[in-house]
């Protein structure tokens, strides 16, 4: 009897032990989970909560940071006020000025500058300096009312009265003249000029240089003009203003001054600074005299008129002239 009391003892004790183990894993199992719950995707919204909280953060923190450069850009873009347009042409008027007297006074040479404005729609016109620049803001000469020997300088001169002469009906553009005048302005040779000189005679187109402004250029030997004399044309010419508002005979008269072969002078200097420039001038050489008359448009759309004329110098001898035009440049559109 004691054995078997004693066996049954012992199976309830492992019954017991057996639940108390149950219990032990149920319990376990719920730490286990409670305790890895965190990994296990439970917390996945508030992650994702943080994330688009990130995200948000970084995107404002990104757009502040767009702004601030927008606002940057847009500052640097901002047009000058009217008191930065006068300072700033102020000071290059000052500078241009306090070169002019010196390289004109030994009375060697004489030089006529003028700017136009900024070509339509080029960076230049849309810079926010564009306003220093409008069109004779800057303009300045010495020895500009100088007479002086024209040399070949003259055939602008005599190109102006024969696009009047046509413009008016009372020539006709012919091959001829087609030949004869591109002769004349890429190579410089006298026939064609010189036969127009004879055709019309010294008071006609003396009489019609004076309706533009222009003081007397033929008389009894060598043509004579004025640095300042030789801008007021090439203004006319570059604003399409009489004589030269035909368009084709324009561009005929711009392209061949573009492509004249005679380029040591402001062609040069103007290279040397902005090789992509547009320079279209007409030459003059006689003696010791050595002239240049051009439209320079850079390749930022800055155009400017410049007139050298320049005495006592070598014969065909551009050195003094691409001198000055170098310097004239660097001042008025930057060292």
């Known amino acids: 009897m004691r054995r078997q009391q004693h066996r049954r003892v012992r199976w309830d004790r492992v019954a017991l032990a057996a ?164 002769n004349m302005i890429v190579n410089s040779a006298n026939e064609y000029g010189e036969a127009q000189l004879y055709r019309y005679g010294a008071t006609a187109l003396n009489a019609y240089y004076q309706t533009l402004g222009i003081g007397p250029v033929f008389g009894n030997g060598i043509a004579k003009t004025t640095a300042n004399d030789l801008v007021t044309l090439l203004r006319r010419i570059a604003l399409a203003q009489e004589p030269f508002n035909d368009a084709t005979l324009r561009t005929k008269l711009t392209g061949d001054m573009a492509t004249q072969v005679y380029r040591d002078g402001i062609p040069a200097a103007v290279a040397s600074l902005t090789p992509k420039a547009v320079v279209q001038d007409k030459v003059g050489w006689l003696g010791s005299t050595d002239n240049d008359a051009a439209i320079v448009t850079l390749p930022n759309g800055q155009r400017y008129l410049l007139a050298i004329l320049t005495t006592n110098q070598g014969y065909m001898d551009w050195a003094k002239v691409q001198e000055v035009a170098t310097r004239v440049q660097e001042i008025v559109y930057g060292d």
Do not use: C
């Not at 508030?46 to 847009?74: E, L, R, Y």
């Not at 000058?80 to 241009?96: G, P, S, Y």
């Not at 849309?126 to 040399?151: E, I, M, P």
């Open 19 to 182: 639940a108390a183990m149950v219990l032990a894993v149920s319990l376990l199992g719920w730490g286990l989970h409670t305790l890895l719950a965190p990994d296990d995707g439970l917390d996945e919204p508030a992650t994702a909560a943080s994330a688009t909280g990130a995200t948000t953060a970084d995107t404002a923190t990104s757009a502040s940071a767009g702004s601030q450069a927008k606002a940057t850009k847009v500052t640097k873009t901002t047009a000058l006020t009217a008191a930065q347009v006068r300072k700033r042409q102020n000071a290059i008027k000052t500078k241009l000025a306090a070169y002019l007297k010196q390289v004109g006074a030994d009375g060697n040479v004489a030089v006529s500058f003028y700017n136009l404005a900024p070509s339509a729609d080029s960076a230049a016109a849309k810079s926010r300096t564009a306003a220093v620049y409008a069109q004779g803001s800057l303009a300045a000469s010495v020895n500009g009312t100088t007479t002086w020997t024209s040399a070949s300088t003259y055939k602008l001169f005599i190109t102006a009265y024969l696009f009047h002469q046509v413009e008016t009906g009372a020539r006709t553009w012919t091959a001829e003249d087609e030949t004869g005048f591109t």
